[in-house]
């Protein structure tokens, strides 16, 4: 069985002293969809911030690509692949969609990535938008340069936090179908999202939180079959 790109191994993590995650195990493939559902509060973003060292852990450890990261900073992972676009986007909000991109490339340091104009076409609105001020486009289209700009980081495992939050249902099908799409191009992903009916319906595997602890696992199919994931997350 070939190394994962991430493996979180009995992590316990949180913040001010108080534990949110209660020894969490995962695992993320190579060019794997790996979903986090879970009600808010879970431990969901816990998780991915831990992952990529914004939070210190307590315990455990995190490995990527076989190295133990667990201590490290976030933007050195971020030069390693390892990459987080996280639910409030964390844009230059100053400065336009060109630029925002062009900030994203430096984290490359050398390695070679995702053609701007691939990344372009995944999000056509953003050709359209190249010299906008980021701060003054919409949701749905920020979430898109969020995206685009860590995708010209050159990620091999990309985490994403909640990307459909407060999209439109026409927004939301076309940050998933990019999701698709970048995960066709070989890179790894671990989405933690709300809308679990959808991201089920193409995650190879999803693990269930509850309370800080992985409650459940299997594949996306095995998931949106079992009858307690149905009654809590997917109105059933």
């Known amino acids: 069985m070939p190394e994962p ?3 979180l191994t009995g992590v316990r993590s949180g913040y001010h002293g108080l534990e949110i995650l209660h020894g969490v ?5 190579v060019a794997e969809v790996v979903a986090l559902v879970g009600a808010n509060g879970a431990g969901k973003s816990t998780t991915l911030k831990s992952a ?17 990261v667990g201590h490290g900073r976030s933007h050195e992972l971020a030069r390693r692949g390892l990459m987080l676009v996280p639910e409030h986007r964390a844009l230059f909000g100053s400065l336009t969609v060109e630029e925002n991109l062009a900030m994203g490339s430096r984290a490359r340091l050398g390695r070679p990535g995702f053609d701007k104009e691939w990344v372009l076409d995944l999000f056509p609105i953003l050709r359209e938008r190249r010299t906008q001020l980021a701060e003054t486009m919409s949701g749905g289209q920020q979430q898109m340069l969020a995206i685009a700009r860590a995708l010209m980081g050159a990620p091999e495992l990309l985490l994403l936090d909640e990307p459909s939050t407060g999209l439109s249902p026409k927004l939301t099908a076309d940050v ?3 999701v698709e799409a970048i995960r066709e191009r070989g890179v790894s ?11 089920l319906e193409f995650a190879d595997r999803a693990y269930v939180m509850e309370s ?23 109105g059933g």
Not at 60 to 67: A, D, F, P
Not at 189 to 199: F, P
């Open 25 to 29: 195990d995962l695992t993320v493939g």
């Open 212 to 234: 800080g602890s992985v409650v459940l696992d299997g594949t996306g199919a095995e998931l949106v079959a079992d009858a307690r994931v149905k009654a809590a997350y997917l």
């Open 176 to 178: 998933f179908g990019a």
């Open 52 to 68: 990529v060292g914004e939070i210190k852990l307590q315990g455990g450890s995190v490995t990527y690509r076989g190295e133990r």
């Open 5 to 7: 790109m991430l493996e």
């Open 189 to 199: 992903i671990l989405i933690v999202e709300q809308n679990a009916s959808h991201v």
